[in-house]
């Protein structure tokens, strides 16, 4: 039995891992095949080069399938994790900082999916672009709504009656109802 005093940094009962490697040292983590498990509140990178950082995902496969991101909402209440009804599920933030004499931070846009119907057999989603409109709030400009049928997507784009909506091209309407809110 040794006491502190009689062992080393290097001892398991001093170990300091920040004495040792820094993240700077790591050239790679595991190989393919392998899940890379990170038990932390927030990862944060910094970098003050031009268009960085930047993360690549990378798909080496000779075949049609890409690289992916998953947001993954499970609720832990007992022994269910069954979703809710208008659950958020992942969410997407774009941030700037504003001009005032001490610039702030400010939420430009941000995308999320949520949950619009979690019923089994009639699950259905929500994607919704949000975008800051000249007070700084977030309002959303495009709702994409999984609809109440199957093959269904029912799309809400603007926001309040002074929104400007411009298509470019051709407007080609493949049903046969065009409605107006009020007298053209």
Same mark, same amino acid.
């Given at each position: 039995?040794?006491? $502190?005093? /009689?062992?080393?940094?290097?001892?398991?009962?001093?170990?300091?891992? *920040?004495?040792?490697?820094?993240?700077?040292?790591? &050239?790679?983590?595991?190989?393919?095949?392998?899940?890379?498990?990170?038990? #932390?509140?927030?990862?944060?990178?910094? *970098?003050? #080069?031009?268009?960085? $950082?930047?993360?690549?995902?990378? *798909?080496?496969?000779? &075949?049609?399938l890409s690289s992916s991101i998953t947001f993954l909402k499970q609720r832990v209440d007992g022994s269910t994790q069954a979703g809710q009804d208008n659950?958020?599920?992942?969410?997407?933030?774009? *941030?700037?900082? @504003? @001009?005032?004499?001490? $610039?702030?931070? +400010?939420?430009?846009?941000?995308?999320?999916? +949520?949950?619009? &119907? =979690?019923?089994?057999?009639?699950?259905?989603?929500?994607?919704? %672009? @949000?975008? =800051?409109?000249?007070?700084?709030? %977030?309002?959303?400009?495009?709702?994409?709504?999984?609809?109440? /049928?199957?093959? /269904?997507? @029912?799309?809400?784009?603007?926001?309040?009656?002074?929104?400007?909506?411009?298509?470019?091209? &051709?407007?080609?309407?493949?049903?046969?109802?065009?409605?107006? =809110?009020? #007298?053209?």
């Amino acid at each position: 039995t040794s006491v $502190p005093g /009689e062992i080393d940094h290097d001892s398991l009962l001093n170990f300091a891992s *920040n004495e040792h490697f820094t993240m700077a040292d790591i &050239d790679s983590i595991g190989t393919d095949g392998d899940t890379l498990s990170i038990f #932390s509140d927030t990862i944060s990178m910094s *970098n003050a #080069s031009t268009s960085h $950082p930047s993360i690549t995902l990378t *798909n080496r496969a000779n &075949d049609t399938l890409s690289s992916s991101i998953t947001f993954l909402k499970q609720r832990v209440d007992g022994s269910t994790q069954a979703g809710q009804d208008n659950d958020y599920l992942g969410k997407l933030n774009f *941030n700037g900082y @504003d @001009d005032q004499g001490t $610039p702030g931070v +400010q939420n430009y846009a941000s995308i999320y999916g +949520q949950i619009h &119907d =979690a019923t089994s057999g009639e699950e259905s989603g929500i994607l919704k %672009l @949000d975008v =800051a409109n000249h007070d700084g709030g %977030l309002g959303t400009g495009l709702t994409l709504t999984g609809g109440s /049928e199957n093959n /269904e997507v @029912d799309v809400t784009v603007g926001l309040g009656t002074n929104s400007v909506t411009t298509v470019a091209g &051709d407007l080609t309407i493949s049903g046969d109802t065009l409605s107006f =809110a009020s #007298s053209i």
